[in-house]
């Protein structure tokens, strides 16, 4: 299993522009969940998605963000507009009984 | 979410020495504990996970002590080597949702000098 991919790796954007990051979680897990990591805040839920349906949401900032899960290999969470505070790395993660895998991150930088 | 606290900020040992990462928690619904390790660029991994039932866990030179009735459970790096030199993180979820949503600590930055 090539594990939980995320895209792109790295995203610079304007403050305004509208930024999608995606994922593809493992085959078989049930969760998938988002994560923003900054060094102020650490690591912060943003959302989590059960068999696609979003369970929990309150830790998304903003109405600028959105999340989807159209299907059980994809997700994408959005940003429109972006803002520089928006700037960090966020992380997906998929689960299953024997726990969490993350993917790589995507390093998002507004400018 | 409910807060996990986690200490050190950042730890300075030597190789072959013993690192430890405390952490606290305050929901008692907790119920389930892992330790992440995080190298530069890379996502957490896995390291080792304990639940309440167990007051200890050892996984290699990776220890994971748990006290219930302080709400608090560290990480013993026994025999540390300069390939452990990471970010740490500990979490902790409840057992109503799992595995799923865990609360992560502030992380400590470890470092082990050769």
């Known amino acids: 299993d090539a594990g939980v991919i995320q895209s792109p790796r790295h995203e610079v954007t304007e403050m305004g522009q509208e930024v999608t990051l995606r994922c593809k979680p493992i085959?078989?897990?049930?969760?998938l969940f988002w994560y923003r990591q900054t060094m102020m805040r650490g690591l912060e839920l943003l959302i989590y998605f059960n068999n696609n349906v979003p369970i929990d949401d309150s830790g998304m900032p903003e109405d600028r963000f959105s999340a989807k899960m159209p299907n059980a290999s994809f997700s994408t969470l959005k940003i429109q507009p972006s803002e520089p505070r928006d700037s960090a790395v966020y992380f997906c993660a998929s689960s299953d009984r024997a726990g969490y895998t993350f993917g790589s991150g995507t390093r998002l930088t507004v400018v | 979410q409910q807060q996990v606290k986690q200490s050190p900020q950042s730890l300075i040992v030597q190789k072959g020495g013993i690192s430890i990462i405390n952490c606290a928690y305050e929901?008692?619904?907790?119920?389930?504990f892992p330790w992440y390790q995080q190298f530069p660029g890379k996502g957490p991994a896995l390291l080792i996970a304990i639940r309440p039932d167990v007051s200890e866990k050892k996984e290699g030179r990776f220890t994971i002590s748990f006290n219930k009735s302080a709400k608090q459970f560290s990480l013993h790096i026994m025999d540390s080597q300069p390939g452990d030199s990471a970010t740490y993180f500990c979490?902790?979820?409840?057992?109503?949702?799992?595995?799923?949503?865990?609360?992560f600590g502030s992380g400590t930055r470890l470092q082990v000098q050769p």
């Open positions: 085959s078989g897990h049930d969760y």
């Open positions: 979490a902790a979820s409840p057992l109503d949702t799992g595995r799923r949503a865990l609360t």
């Open positions: 929901n008692t619904a907790f119920d389930y």
